[in-house]
């Protein structure tokens, strides 16, 4: 069982950046793959970027690719996203997920650990 909190949304003009933040209740932090996902309003919440219980292995939507870097920290038990280049359609609501390791794919469901969201919202 994890419990997952984000932090770090807020309004920042286009081209800004961000870092979110989302803390772990476990006492297992590195049993867990974690990710990132967001949905905008009217839209289906989407894949942004995951990574995997080593650190060793990333992956990332196409669409942030180069601009959103996600990294966790294992004495914190942390997963942070830096999110730089920002753009209006980066606008949404950012969710943390774990899900219990092995998970090569990086696929999460709905059954997996998830946050509460964090509003993102990029101004043009």
């Known amino acids: 069982q994890v419990q997952l909190v984000e932090s770090g949304g807020g309004l920042v003009q286009a081209g800004g950046s961000l870092r979110l933040t989302c803390a772990a209740s476990t006492r297992s932090f590195s049993n867990y793959v974690m990710g990132w996902f967001r949905r905008a309003p009217g839209k289906e919440r989407e894949f942004v970027a995951a990574?995997?219980?080593?650190?060793?292995?990333?992956s990332y939507a196409d669409s942030v690719k180069g601009r959103f870097t996600i990294s966790r920290d294992r004495a914190k038990k942390t997963v942070d996203l830096q999110m730089n280049n920002l753009k209006p359609e980066d606008t949404a609501v950012y969710y943390c997920a774990a899900a219990i390791r092995p998970r090569p794919t990086f696929r999460f469901y709905d059954n997996d650990f998830w946050g509460q969201g964090t509003q993102v919202t990029v101004s043009s």
């Open positions: 990574i995997s219980w080593s650190a060793l292995g990333t």
